[in-house]
C-alpha cells in the first residue's frame, strides 16, 4: 500500500515512516508542507494520504485545507488526518462531503502502532476512521437533541463505535455482546434517527456521521 506523508516535525515524520515501512506500507513521498502535499499527490497517486493538520506557515488549518484540494484533484482519495487536540469543526468538515474513506485522529494514537495501523487500512480501504475522542464529543455535544437524546445507553455506545469504523464483530468484541445483539441494537439506531437501512457497513456508517455533521455543534 503506497503512502503520502505530509507533517512539518521532521522527528514524527522520519518516525511515521519508519512506522510504516515496519508494518509493510510503502511510503512514496514525506513532506512538510500542504502544497509538496499536493505535488505529491498528483505525481505518486497514492492509496493513501497522511496530513497533519497544522502545516506552515501559520499553522492553523494548512493541512486540512491541504487534504480537502487533494481531495478535490483525486476525487475519492483516501485521506487519514491527524490533530493535536480534538476540532470539532475540521471533523465537521471532513464529513461534509459524505464520500468515506475519510479518517481524523489524534496525534496520541500514532504511539499505538496496532490502533493506527488498523484506522490507516480502514480508511485506504473506503471505510472511515474517527477517534473515539471525537466522536465522544459529537454524540455529547447532542445528547439532548431529537432524534440523538431518544438513544439508550446501549445504542450511543453502538453508534459511537460504529462512527469509529467498528465492524457489528468488532462492536460486539468491544461491548462484550453477541452479533445478533449488535445488529438489533443498529437496526433500532437506524430507525430512531429516520436513516436508510443498508448491509454496507461504510454506507451505514457514512450516514450516521452525516447525521452527526448535520446538527449544530459547539
Given at each position: ?45 497514492p ?25 478535490r ?37 500514532v504511539?499505538?502502532?496496532?490502533q493506527?495501523?488498523?484506522a ?25 437533541q ?34 445478533g445483539?449488535?445488529?438489533k ?8 434517527l429516520n ?24
Open positions: 500500500m503506497r503512502v503520502v506523508l505530509v507533517e512539518d516535525l521532521y522527528l514524527l515524520r522520519e518516525g511515521l515512516t519508519h512506522l510504516l515501512t515496519a508494518h509493510g506500507f510503502e511510503v512514496v513521498s514525506a513532506v512538510e508542507t500542504g502544497p509538496e502535499l499536493l505535488t505529491a499527490v498528483e505525481e505518486h497517486r492509496d493513501v494520504a497522511i496530513v497533519d493538520v497544522r502545516l506552515p506557515p501559520t499553522f492553523t488549518d494548512e493541512g486540512l485545507q491541504a487534504a480537502h484540494e487533494a481531495r484533484r483525486i476525487p475519492g482519495l483516501p485521506v487519514l488526518v491527524l490533530s493535536q487536540h480534538v476540532e470539532q469543526l475540521y471533523a465537521r468538515e471532513l464529513l461534509a462531503d459524505g464520500s468515506g474513506a475519510i479518517g481524523y485522529l489524534l496525534k496520541d494514537r504511539f499505538n502502532a496496532t493506527f495501523v488498523d490507516l487500512r480502514r480508511v485506504a480501504e473506503g471505510g472511515t476512521a474517527m477517534d473515539p475522542e471525537v466522536i465522544s464529543k459529537l454524540v455529547e455535544s447532542n445528547a439532548h431529537e432524534p440523538l437524546g431518544t438513544l439508550t445507553a446501549r445504542e450511543r455506545e453502538v453508534l459511537e463505535l460504529m462512527a469509529e469504523g467498528c465492524s457489528n464483530a468488532a462492536v460486539s468484541h468491544r461491548l462484550y455482546i453477541s452479533e445483539a449488535v445488529s441494537h443498529i437496526a433500532s439506531v437506524f430507525g430512531k436513516l436508510t437501512n443498508s448491509n454496507d457497513t461504510n454506507r451505514r456508517v457514512l450516514a450516521v456521521l452525516a447525521y452527526l455533521n448535520s446538527a449544530n455543534l459547539d
